[in-house]
Structures are given as structure tokens and as C-alpha cells.
């Protein structure tokens, strides 16, 4: 009988980096529960009265209900928006890459990814104000856009996967280009898509320096936006700014935990096929 025999290395530094990332939620949930009395004795102990009052506070303070709205309307059109479109851009490419233009493109787009973001945020500040779309359709255009590059990473490794035997029955039997995207090829970037949409929807829902820079208006403030935003009106009481980090956080944790196995086989597939 054969037993594996356990790689404590490896356990100890799983142990480590999970300890790494839950001590910071433990901190986070234990402050949001105390009040400034509790956590003056000490940080790290669980609260001896629980002050479920402090995410009322934080809600009032921080207006979270309409910032609630505006990161959902920009993650939702965000997510539906990079998956009609960016799905389609790699499709040509994939199909394509034989031509040196589509290889060309590829590669351009893929190098996007490496260009450090402070150096275009200026330009886009005042492109973006110049053009009247410093707003929520400006903001979701970017979001589109800047996805672009890893989207295509991805999509083009796996469309690539796909036998060309099906769109050349389909198109046998009379459909066009467009007609066998959409009827024959995009059923069948699922898996793809479910990644693609996850990873939009937790970056739009979590980016905080993008609103920074292009919304101009306070309404149309996001979750990440208001807890800087507001962070002035409660700075000394860090119980109530902790509920306000936990109520924005919520949403995209939940998300992610009923969705993390649809990240990691998705992407697996992109990357490897």
C-alpha cells in the first residue's frame, strides 16, 4: 500500500498565505462589531457586545444604497458590453491569425497589458473631460476597452480549441459570418465567458482609481468611491468606516465564492488550449 507522503513545505506555506488573507477579514469583521470603547482595549479580541448598529451608521453616512445602484448599473452594463464585443474581436483574430495584420493586432493588444496604468491616466483625464464623457457611460467604455487585452488573451486561446469543422458545416448549409458567431460559436464560449464575465464584474465592482478620476459627479459615486469620498466624516470612529468596507466588500465575496471554480477552469482552458 502505497501513501503519499505530505509535503510539509508546501502545507506550512499554504497555512501561512491562508493565514495571510484571513487575519485581515478577521480584523475587518471584528472592528465593524465593536465600539470605540471595545476596541481600545484591545484590536484583536472578538467584541464582548455586538454593535450591529454601526452598519445603519455607516449606510446613512455614506448614501449606500444609491452608490449601491451606480456600481451595479456599471458592472452589469460593463460585463454584457465586454462579452458582445470582445468575444467578437477575438473571434476574428483566432480565425484570422494566418494574416499578418490579425497576428499583428493580437500581439498589440496582448502588449497593452504590460503598460503601466499612471502613465496614460492623465491623457484619459482630459480626454475623457473634453469629450463630455467624465460620467457612468464614459466610466463603462473604459472598463470595456482596458479588459480588452487579457479578454483577448483568453477568448483567442480558446476559440482556437474549437474545430473550424463546425463553422464549416455551418456554413455549408447557408449561414454567414455573423450568423455562425452567434448560433454556432458563442453557445459554445460558455466556460469562457463565465470566467471573462466574473473577473469584469469583480474588477468594475472593486476599481477605485478609475471613478476617482473620471466621475466628476457625486451621485454617481460607486461602493469603493464613497468610502473615500465620506471617509472624512467618520475618520476618528474606524468601527463605522470598517461596517462601511464590509457592506461594499459583501456583494463581490459572495460572488466570488459560488463562482472561483468557473475563474480557475476557465482560465485554465484560455491559457493552456
Known amino acids: 500500500m502505497n501513501l503519499r507522503k505530505t509535503n510539509w513545505p508546501v502545507q506550512i506555506l499554504i497555512f501561512l498565505g491562508s493565514l495571510l488573507i484571513l487575519f485581515p477579514l478577521y480584523l475587518t469583521i471584528t472592528i465593524a462589531l465593536k465600539d470605540p470603547q471595545q476596541m481600545a482595549q484591545s484590536v484583536l479580541s472578538w467584541p464582548t ?20 445602484k451606480n456600481s451595479a448599473i456599471i458592472t452589469v452594463c460593463t460585463v454584457v458590453l465586454t462579452l458582445l464585443t470582445n468575444s467578437m474581436v477575438a473571434y ?3 480565425r484570422n491569425m494566418h494574416k499578418k495584420f490579425f497576428k499583428f493586432l493580437y500581439y498589440y493588444l496582448v502588449s497593452a497589458m504590460f503598460i503601466p496604468f499612471p502613465i496614460i491616466m492623465l491623457p484619459i483625464v482630459k480626454q475623457t473631460s473634453s469629450w463630455g464623457m467624465d460620467n457612468q457611460i464614459g466610466l463603462i467604455f473604459l472598463y ?6 487579457f479578454n483577448i488573451f483568453v477568448y483567442v486561446g480558446y476559440i482556437k480549441s474549437i474545430p473550424k469543422e463546425l463553422e464549416e458545416a455551418a456554413t455549408m448549409d447557408g449561414a454567414g459570418t455573423w ?21 469584469t464584474a469583480l474588477w468594475a465592482w472593486n476599481d477605485f482609481m478609475l471613478p476617482l478620476i473620471i466621475l466628476s459627479d457625486k451621485d454617481q459615486a460607486t461602493l469603493p468611491l464613497v468610502q473615500y469620498v465620506f471617509q472624512g466624516q467618520f475618520s476618528t470612529d474606524y468601527n463605522l468606516a470598517f461596517s462601511s468596507y ?28
Open 49 to 68: 457586545e455586538i454593535h450591529w448598529e454601526n452598519f445603519s451608521k455607516a449606510i446613512e453616512m455614506t448614501n449606500f444604497f444609491q452608490a449601491f
Open 92 to 94: 476574428a483574430i483566432a
Open 144 to 149: 470595456v476597452v482596458y479588459g480588452l487585452s
Open 179 to 199: 450568423k455562425t458567431f452567434w448560433k454556432v460559436i458563442f453557445p459554445l464560449l460558455t466556460p469562457i465567458n463565465a470566467t471573462v464575465a466574473i473577473l
Open 246 to 273: 464590509i457592506l461594499a466588500l459583501a456583494p463581490m465575496i459572495i460572488v466570488y465564492l459560488f463562482a472561483q471554480k468557473w475563474i480557475i477552469n476557465g482560465v485554465t482552458k484560455g491559457a493552456v488550449k
